[in-house]
């Protein structure tokens, strides 16, 4: 079945980096836009970029720009966010989701994200 | 970036009520506007996307409905696994902002 399988919590100190990974099955990773997506313990989702799996593009949010990258490793249908510089509060569930891309559905600039991994906590402390 | 209002932030209803949930945009959206609900916990899921799609699977007493800034999901007959928290998401400008999210309780 369609699924994408997180890596595992993190704890970490402020200032330091975290990578995530997302890997996914049951569809050709290629064909879709992985986005992360955060929340924070009690807040509202928060959008921080995608990557185009088939060509590598990236889109970050403002707010995020110059912390966090976005990879993929197309041989392993894997995408990696990494987050700098942490703060405390980057203390979050981080998650990735996929939406389709101009390949593969007709209204892909509705970035609709119709599967989701199942999170992953990290958490920032001294 | 494009601020996502919605209304109320909580409610509270009972097993068959229908239920209208509002989110607001700060600028036009067109229909730049997706649905997800999100249970305890777990991921959030979609439910309704480009404002009034219904996405594969989601029961049809999901609707929704709205352009330019003013946006409504409604659920016709509420059911038990219908209490979670549902968020809207533009997706018009490169912020792809997500609303403050609406809270189902069961009455």
């Known amino acids: 079945q369609v699924q994408l399988v997180q890596s595992g919590a993190e704890v970490k100190k402020p200032g330091a980096s975290v990578k995530v990974s997302c890997k996914a099955s049951g569809y050709t990773f290629t064909n879709y836009i992985i986005h992360w997506v955060r929340q924070a313990p009690g807040q509202r989702l928060e959008w921080m970029g995608w990557?185009?799996?088939?060509?590598?593009?990236?889109k970050y949010s403002q707010r995020f720009q110059g912390r966090v990258t976005i990879t993929r490793d197309t041989s392993a249908s894997t995408a990696y966010m990494e987050l700098s510089s942490l703060r405390f509060e980057d203390t979050a569930v981080y998650y990735c989701?996929?939406?389709?891309?101009?390949?593969?559905?007709?209204?892909?600039?509705?970035?609709?994200?119709?599967?989701w991994g199942k999170g992953t906590a990290v958490t920032v402390s001294s | 970036d494009i601020q996502m209002t919605q209304s109320p932030s909580s409610l509270s209803a009972s097993v068959g009520d229908r239920v209208t949930i509002t989110c607001r945009a700060s600028q036009s959206i067109s229909t730049y506007l997706n649905w997800y609900q999100q249970k305890p916990e777990t991921a959030p899921k979609l439910l309704i996307y480009?404002?009034?799609s219904l996405q594969s699977g989601v029961p049809s007493r999901f609707s929704g409905s709205g352009s330019g800034t003013d946006f409504t999901l409604t659920i016709s007959g509420l059911q038990p696994e219908d209490f979670a928290t549902y968020y809207c998401?533009?997706?018009?400008?490169?912020?792809?902002?997500f609303g403050g999210g609406t809270k189902a309780e069961i009455k």
């Open positions: 480009a404002a009034s």
């Open positions: 990557i185009n799996a088939g060509n590598g593009n990236t």
């Open positions: 989701a996929r939406s389709c891309s101009s390949s593969t559905c007709r209204y892909y600039y509705y970035y609709y994200m119709d599967v």
């Open positions: 998401q533009e997706t018009y400008s490169t912020g792809l902002t």
